[in-house]
């Protein structure tokens, strides 16, 4: 398992998958390395759910802090084109966190659940001695559906047209440009477009216009590894190669110059927010339409067909081993201190 970050395929394979207790008959989808959620029947009805932790950045502000927490949550129980309907929570906070502090993460986590239509049933709060931030403890988001209304991990077929939303390195890019702003030598421009991207790293309304709007065969959240990283896990899941125009993925303002800055490449870099989707040939105008109608950027940026991997413009591209913004992260954070 790597040092930093989700643990890789060899290591999930080797030392999670064959443990996974009971083998029930109603689990209709396990884990799976690189997929985002799992679903279990429950009488006519289908339960996605999907954990993660709670991410939490007092230097975003807590009100900012709180949104971005809770998207993450939202994100990968989004992509089962379900939308999400309950949450179960835990907070282990660190105990230097105030009351009022508290109470302004809570109270936006509240707005934006109820804004959404979710639930909060169950949880845990504490103040503990050991935790830190930004992991301030996990939670799972639940979306009760219709079988039918069900997008798998691994629907992609061959034929599939594939469409991204919004492009690379969006969450690497507002997040970074919040976080170092005084570090930045961008032009005002671009630090003002990069800063931003911040409220573009949720892809939950991106996932449930996509689903509504036409046949669409899978949806993955573009998360550590970036673009490449999710394209890789999209195409694995669904035992298809994919294609892509690079000229044709929307890059959003303030990305190059921030990754730039950073020298990182925005293509292997964390995205939250950026959806990738793959849907039935000829149907791929009917989403974008509505992406459109929802002011979210998005293209068609190229094919699933037989054969497995990721090309862009005709060359392969390998997935990614490690995703550079932790270290760029670290790195700007050893910087803003040694400046103090």
């Avoid at 939308?83 to 993460?105: G, K, M, V, W």
């Avoid at 991106?206 to 993955?220: F, I, N, Q, R």
């Avoid at 959003?252 to 990182?264: H, S």
């Amino acid at each position: 398992m790597s040092d930093l970050g989700k643990a890789d395929r060899e290591f999930f394979d080797r030392e999670i998958y064959p443990n996974l207790g009971a083998d029930r008959e109603d689990v209709r989808l396990g884990p799976r390395h690189g997929v985002d959620f799992g679903v279990v029947d429950v009488a006519d009805r289908v339960l996605a759910l999907a954990t993660d932790p709670v991410f939490v950045m007092p230097s975003l502000g807590f009100d900012r802090a709180a949104w971005f927490a809770f998207h993450i949550l939202m994100s990968d129980v989004a992509v089962s084109g379900l939308r999400p309907t309950h949450l179960s929570i835990d907070l282990n906070l660190p105990a230097e966190i105030t009351d009022e502090q508290f109470a302004t993460l809570w109270g936006r986590m509240h707005e934006e659940a109820a804004e959404l239509g979710v639930s909060i049933v169950t949880g845990h709060t504490g103040r503990y001695a050991g935790c830190n931030y930004p992991m301030v403890g996990g939670g799972t988001a639940l979306a009760v559906g219709d079988p039918a209304d069900l997008v798998r991990p691994d629907g992609a077929r061959a034929g599939d047209e594939v469409i991204v939303t919004k492009g690379p390195a969006i969450e690497a890019t507002g997040l970074l440009a919040i976080q170092f702003e005084e570090l930045l030598d961008l032009d005002p421009g671009a630090m003002e477009a990069a800063k931003d991207r911040f409220y573009d790293m949720s892809p939950v309304r991106d996932a449930l216009v996509a689903a509504a709007a036409g046949p669409v065969t899978a949806m993955h959240d573009a998360t550590e590894g970036g673009i490449y990283g999710g394209l890789h896990e999209t195409a694995r899941a669904g035992g298809v190669r994919i294609d892509v125009e690079r000229e044709a993925v929307p890059v959003m303002d303030g990305v190059r110059e921030t990754c730039g800055a950073f020298d990182i490449d925005p293509w292997i870099s964390i995205s939250e927010g950026t959806l990738l989707l793959t849907v039935e040939g000829g149907h791929g105008e009917e989403v974008l339409a509505a992406l459109d109608s929802e002011g979210i950027p998005a293209a068609v940026v190229g094919e699933a067909s037989e054969g497995e991997g990721v090309y862009f413009d005709g060359e392969p591209v390998e997935r990614p081993e490690r995703d550079p913004f932790w270290a760029a992260f670290e790195e700007g954070m050893q910087e803003l201190e040694g400046a103090e």
